[in-house]
C-alpha cells in the first residue's frame, strides 16, 4: 500500500514537471514569433521608403529622341525644391495633360505615353518629383503633392494656360498624387490610370498579417481624395493587373463624383497602356472630345 502511493506520487510530480515542461516550450516558441513578428514588422516600416520610392537619375533619352519639340523646364517647389521637367506641345489645342508618373523610375521613362498624348492633340507636362531624374532632394509623401501643385502653377502661371485647359492624369502612384491635386485645384478633367484606394490597402492586400494601420509611414488616400474632386474623373484600370487589384479601380469609380467614366483595358501594371493599343487610345480620343464640348 505505501509503495502505492509512492508510486503515485511520483507519477503526480513527473506528471507536474512534463506539463510544466511543455508550458516553457510552448511559452518560448510564442516569445519567439512574437519576437520575429515586432523584427519584421520594425523592418517593413523602415524599409517603406526604399520599397515605395525607386527613383532613376540618369536621362539618356528625351522627346526629341521620337521626333518631338520640347521644352526642358526648371520650376521650384514651395518649399524651395529645384525641380525638373519637360513640356511638349502639340499643334492647335487648349487641353495640357499634366502627367504625374509613378513610383519607379524618372520621366525618361513615360516617352511611350507621351508620345501617345502627343498623337492624340495634347499638349503634355510631365514632372519628375523631389529626388527623381534632375529634381533635388528626396521623396515624401508631402513633397509629392507639393511638387505635383508646384508643377500646376507652372502651367496656369509661367505657361498661362487656364486652369479649365488641365488634365490631371496620374498612373499608379501618380494616380493618388493626382487626385490630392485635383482636389485642392480647378481643372477640366482628372484621369487615374492602375491606380490603388489607398497606401494602406495595399499593404493589407500584401502583408495581411501585419497591423498595417500601426506600421504605415504613407497615407496615399486616393478615394478620401476623390470625395472632393468636381472635375469629370475617368478611371482606367486593367483587369490583368498584377499588382493593383482590379477592384481598386472600381472602388476608386464608385468613389468619384459625377460626371465619372470607367475604362477597362487589358495588360500587366506596367504595359497594359500599350497592349491595349487602339482601346486606350481611343478611351482618351473620346474623352478629350467629351472635355473640348463642355
Avoid at 6 to 25: A, P, Y
Avoid at 156 to 163: G, P, V
Avoid at 187 to 210: H, R
Wanted: proline share 3%; glycine share 10%.
Amino acid at each position: 500500500m505505501l509503495k502505492f502511493f509512492r508510486s503515485n506520487g511520483i507519477e503526480v510530480i513527473e506528471s507536474k514537471l512534463k506539463s510544466e515542461r511543455m508550458l516553457s516550450v510552448v511559452t518560448s516558441i510564442a516569445v519567439t514569433v512574437l519576437i520575429v513578428y515586432v523584427v519584421f514588422g520594425l523592418a517593413m516600416y523602415f524599409a517603406q521608403p526604399m520599397l515605395l520610392y525607386q527613383p532613376a537619375h540618369e536621362i539618356t533619352c528625351t522627346p526629341a529622341e521620337l521626333g518631338l519639340d520640347f521644352e526642358n523646364v526648371n520650376f521650384e517647389s514651395e518649399d524651395g525644391m529645384q525641380l525638373s521637367g519637360w513640356y511638349i506641345p502639340a499643334a492647335d489645342t487648349r487641353l495640357t495633360v499634366l502627367f504625374c508618373h509613378g513610383n519607379g523610375g524618372n520621366i525618361m521613362h513615360r516617352l511611350d505615353s507621351v508620345s501617345i498624348f502627343n498623337n492624340l492633340g495634347a499638349n503634355c507636362f510631365i514632372f519628375d518629383y523631389r529626388g527623381y531624374g534632375q529634381s533635388q532632394g528626396r521623396p515624401t509623401e508631402q513633397g509629392t503633392y507639393l511638387d505635383a501643385m508646384a508643377a500646376y502653377k507652372w502651367l496656369t502661371e509661367a505657361k498661362n494656360i487656364s486652369a479649365d485647359g488641365i488634365i490631371i492624369f496620374g498612373r499608379s502612384l501618380g494616380g493618388s498624387i493626382a487626385a490630392q491635386l485635383a482636389a485642392n485645384v480647378k481643372a477640366a478633367g482628372l484621369v487615374l490610370e492602375s491606380t490603388f484606394t489607398s497606401y494602406i490597402d495595399m499593404g493589407k492586400k500584401y502583408y495581411p498579417y501585419l497591423p498595417v494601420g500601426w506600421f504605415a509611414k504613407y497615407r496615399y488616400d486616393t478615394v478620401e481624395y476623390l470625395k472632393d474632386v468636381r472635375c469629370p474623373v475617368m478611371v482606367i484600370h486593367s483587369g490583368e493587373d498584377e499588382l493593383v487589384p482590379f477592384e481598386f479601380g472600381r472602388q476608386l469609380y464608385e468613389a468619384a463624383n459625377e460626371p465619372k467614366e470607367f475604362v477597362e483595358i487589358f495588360g500587366g501594371h506596367n504595359d497594359g497602356f500599350l497592349v491595349s493599343g487602339r482601346g486606350y487610345r481611343d478611351a482618351w480620343t473620346n474623352w478629350l472630345k467629351s472635355l473640348q464640348q463642355r
